[in-house]
């Protein structure tokens, strides 16, 4: 059932609209009709009413501040979204305040179900009929591509997860293994699959070709301290089928003397995990490789960063000033995006320049491996910086192999993130996107009395209109009937847990807007098609990104039942299109090199995605202050063979230890500075 409510006033970005709520089974609608100049109407002028379109699951944080007759105050209620719009709904009566904040918390919570969400009842305009997104990433086409299974090469397709047996959880179907001259039998990789903390095996991302022949960046998850007698002999036949034969370098495949493995982790964390049985790679097992700790951050500490980030925005809707710039570089976000770009830069070195063998791997393999590997690949592959292949990039390293999406994006919601203000009491540890904390009824009583709360003009309307019913007037002397969703058993594994939350994605596609910013001519795509993508990230309209695996999106048969994202935008292509792209490859000219670095010194604020303009945001200080990217380099340790296995390892401050053990001519930057550049600012 679908209902509005009249007289309702929208507060967004320092202006008050009064017009019309619609709420619909899949979204809140705001209407309203501009008021008409003079001169239009002696014209005659008919003016369109405006409408906004907030999808329910976009809400990260909703609160109600109820305010009875007496007190003369409106009650409101206050979203903020994961896509960083800030909106405040202003009502006369009380009740009605209630009951529409009551049927927002139902409709977004969905009584924490997948197929209750909006992309399994999106019908689909016509243009986007004619695509078919589900079929754009073929895997052995892709490998194919990549040239990885052509003859002589160290890579073959196994079967051997055919039927999710082996790797249910994380791995695609069909498996990349190896072929070297001893062979890695199915059975011995079903065997050695075990030893991993998520059943992942280090499986082929990416296979360089025609410039770098033979080298490749394999990825997996954290190795178990092995019970099993031949464990360690498991281990070491795999990934050296891999990068090679330790015993004779030169006779086989890449440039075994540079061979890297790269653990995503801070040191301390991969040597704390020992504790547990997890941990890191004996490197006294792996001769021909070193290791490197690149000191990426996890779940929770990105987590805590992007609060902090609209903790800074939402106080700047406070006063007429733009965000807090020192309690931006206090977020520590762009010290983080720097630092997944550092670990792309080395990957890309080796792999690119080194011709060797990279194995990149973290605590699950799905999380800040899948940053690094997708990144270092778009730096490698010309292919992957265009439109079609930056799809089957994130089909491959992310879809297939198993970020998981409904966590980090927290699509089904949760009650804990709709709170009544007068009902608040101190902190929630259960804080998720956008959510202030325990920061008091001062601040958002601040925030509700300010006319300049709001995040970013959006008239968007991507979304269609549902069609469950038509919208039925609210009568404010009866009660609404509140919107029945039948409860029924949840499966654990679906309720939303927001802990698990986290903008890993979101880093992913800020990192690759830093490449796209720093070589504008390389990319096929343009800035708001990244921005568009991670929209859709969290709109739930397609059903590309509700699932955990592969396997659930094969088991919930998404692709018959939903729409795929990448059919929104090949539908809209021209609207997502770089005019400044330049396809032509020439490593003999510059700027046209089929490779690119990050410069991690040029990180920036991508101040579209937060809405804001880029002089809010990457402009001077008014202060005195630190960088918003502290002095780091990307590595916390490097590791070989004969290293003492308690932990006491190499210190990067002198890079010796790193080009003796092959890590050789990487360029780690002395210091990190914030460049702005002027970007046009268009709001989505």
């Known amino acids: 059932m679908s209902f509005q409510v009249d007289n309702v006033t929208l507060a967004r970005r320092g202006e008050q609209v009064d017009g019309t709520l619609h709420l619909t089974p899949h979204h809140l609608i705001f209407s309203h009709t501009p008021p008409i100049s003079p001169e239009d109407q002696i014209k005659g002028v008919i003016t369109r009413p405006r409408e906004l379109w907030i999808t329910y699951p976009i809400i990260a944080f909703c609160t109600l501040r109820p305010a009875p007759a007496a007190s003369r105050q409106l009650s409101s209620i206050r979203l903020r979204c994961r896509d960083f719009t800030f909106v405040c709904f202003y009502f006369v009566n009380e009740h009605k305040a209630r009951d529409v904040f009551e049927s927002i918390k139902q409709w977004t919570c969905k009584s924490s179900r997948i197929d209750k969400l909006y992309a399994f009842s999106y019908q689909p305009p016509p243009p986007e009929k004619e695509f078919n997104g589900w079929e754009l990433y073929d895997p052995r086409k892709e490998w194919a591509r990549q040239g990885c299974l052509n003859d002589g090469k160290a ?16 791995n695609p179907t069909p498996l990349v293994g190896v072929r070297q001259n001893r062979s890695i039998q199915d059975e011995k990789l079903l065997s050695a699959i075990f030893l991993t903390s998520r059943s992942e095996r280090p499986l082929a991302s990416f296979s360089a070709t025609e410039k770098e022949p033979d080298s490749s960046s394999p990825e997996t998850s954290q190795v ?12 070491d036949d795999l990934l050296a089928a891999t990068s090679g034969d330790p015993e004779d370098h030169r006779s086989i495949y890449g440039a075994q003397q540079s061979n890297l493995i790269v653990d995503a982790r801070p040191t301390v964390n991969a040597f704390a995990m020992q504790a547990v049985g997890l941990g890191s790679e004996n490197m006294d097992n792996y001769k021909f490789a070193t290791k490197a700790y690149l000191g990426i951050d996890n779940i929770h500490v990105m987590r805590d960063s992007l609060n902090k ?63 690094l590997s997708a990144l270092s690949q778009i730096c490698l592959d010309p292919y992957f910086r265009t439109l079609e292949g930056f799809m089957v990039l994130v089909e491959k390293d992310w879809l297939s192999f198993g970020h998981m999406f409904r966590h980090r994006s927290g699509h089904l919601n949760s009650e804990k993130w709709f709170q009544i203000e007068n009902e608040r009491i101190g902190g929630d540890p259960n804080r998720a996107f956008g959510d202030g904390g325990g920061a008091g009824k001062a601040i958002e009583n601040a925030f509700l009395s300010a006319k300049g709360f709001f995040g970013r003009d959006n008239n968007s309307r991507d979304s269609l209109p549902d069609s469950d019913g038509e919208l039925q007037n609210y009568d404010s002397d009866t009660p609404v009937k509140k919107p029945t969703i039948p409860r029924s058993g949840v499966s654990e594994k679906e309720i939303t847990k927001p802990k698990e939350t986290s903008p890993v994605f979101h880093q992913f596609l800020d990192a690759t807007y830093q490449l796209l910013h720093q070589h504008p001519t390389r990319f096929e795509f343009n800035e708001r098609f990244l921005r568009r993508l991670l929209y859709h990230l969290y709109s739930c309209q397609f059903g590309t990104f509700l699932f955990n695996s592969e396997k659930e999106r094969v088991d919930c048969k998404a692709s018959e039942r939903t729409r795929s994202v990448w059919d929104y935008f090949l539908a809209r292509r021209e609207q997502f299109t770089n005019p400044q792209y330049d396809p032509v490859i020439d490593d003999n000219q510059r700027g046209k090199e089929r490779l690119i670095f990050p410069r991690v010194n040029e990180t920036r604020w991508w101040n579209e995605v937060f809405g804001r303009t880029d002089a809010e945001m990457n402009g001077p200080r008014s202060s005195a202050t630190p960088s918003d990217i502290p002095q780091s380099t990307v590595l916390t340790g490097i590791e070989t063979a004969g290293t003492n296995s308690a932990g006491k390892m190499t210190d990067v401050s002198g890079m010796t230890a790193a080009v003796t053990s092959g890590v050789s001519k990487l360029a780690f930057p002395a210091e990190r500075t914030d460049k702005p550049t002027e970007l046009e600012v268009e709001m989505q």
Do not use: F
């Open 309 to 371: 980030v609209i903790d800074a925005l939402k106080e700047s809707d406070v006063t007429p000033l733009g965000p807090n710039r020192d309690q931006l570089a206090r977020s520590g976000w762009l010290k983080h995006i720097g630092g997944i770009l550092e670990g792309a830069r080395l990957i890309t070195r080796q792999v690119g320049l080194t011709h060797s063998h990279v194995l990149i791997h973290c605590s699950d393999g799905w999380d800040r491996t899948s940053q």
């Open 155 to 170: 890579w073959r397709l196994s079967e051997i997860n055919m039927n999710y047996e082996a790797c249910s959880q994380t």
């Open 224 to 235: 178990m301290v092995p019970e099993l007698n031949n464990a360690e002999e498991l281990e």
